[in-house]
């Protein structure tokens, strides 16, 4: 089945750095991904859709210049906080659509887990 | 815009219970709408997708209802085991195939021995 990893599933980093996550598509070719991002106790909102080879599109109330969004490939998508604040700590998803499917499904990754310091 | 609304936000039942929880939305016009299970710390495993023409899908133990007339589907769990417990989140795809998850609150279910 179509399957999709999160590199790190977890990270700690110091204010004021960049963190890089990583969403890959092992199975499938993924034209689009999501990027959300999931608070303690809260469910997931969609913070943009990355399209390959075109640049991304953010949600409302999204910094495109704090997440940075790179869908170089079929099967990678990248996620880079900026100057990160511990306010940036959550877990974050990526999904990846299987643009072969006639139904166009999301297959999501197991998270990433970020804590700033 | 389309807002997803689950009810109850916790539930706590004993084991061997039939068990349904339920999700609203307010856009009719959706795609389908997914139930997903979360535990603890982990992503999502999908458990049933409900195309917008279809009305129930059926996966072992679980079964899901879609009324679009109404804005409601259901997850009906039955026979409910420990093994169950996690959180369960509904999501509706806005509009056409590669339209956007929306997802709701998630309810927290809790199966005790």
């Known amino acids: 089945g179509a399957v999709v990893s999160q590199h790190p599933s977890w990270v700690i980093c110091k204010s004021g750095t960049s963190v890089k996550i990583e969403c890959r598509s092992l199975?499938?070719?993924?034209?689009?991904m999501f990027w959300y991002r999931q608070f303690p106790k809260q469910s997931l909102m969609l913070m943009a859709t990355?399209?390959?080879?075109?640049?991304?599109?953010?949600e409302q109330g999204v910094e495109k210049d704090k997440f940075l969004i790179n869908h170089a490939s079929l099967t990678l998508s990248t996620l880079t906080v900026t100057s990160a604040h511990p306010e940036d700590s959550s877990f974050y998803i990526c999904?990846?659509?299987?643009?072969?499917?006639?139904?166009?499904?999301?297959?999501f990754g197991p998270g990433t887990r970020l804590t700033v310091t | 815009k389309q807002e997803v609304t689950q009810i109850p936000a916790a539930l706590s039942v004993p084991e061997g219970e039939n068990l349904v929880l339920n999700c609203s939305f307010t856009?009719?016009?959706?795609?389908?709408l997914q139930w997903f299970r979360q535990d603890p710390g982990k992503g999502l495993t999908s458990l049933l997708l409900?195309?917008?023409?279809?009305r129930e899908q059926t996966s072992g133990r679980l079964n899901a209802s879609l009324d679009k007339s109404s804005g409601r589907s259901t997850l009906y769990i039955a026979a409910s085991q420990p093994g169950d417990s996690a959180t369960y989140l509904c999501?509706?795809?806005?509009?056409?195939?590669?339209?956007?998850?929306?997802f709701g609150q998630g309810t927290i279910l809790t199966v005790h021995p």
């Open positions: 999904s990846a659509r299987d643009a072969t499917s006639g139904r166009a499904l999301e297959y």
């Open positions: 199975d499938f070719q993924a034209t689009t």
């Open positions: 990355s399209n390959e080879g075109s640049k991304a599109t953010y």
């Open positions: 856009d009719s016009a959706i795609y389908n």
């Open positions: 409900i195309q917008s023409s279809q």
């Open positions: 999501a509706g795809a806005g509009g056409t195939s590669y339209g956007k998850l929306t």
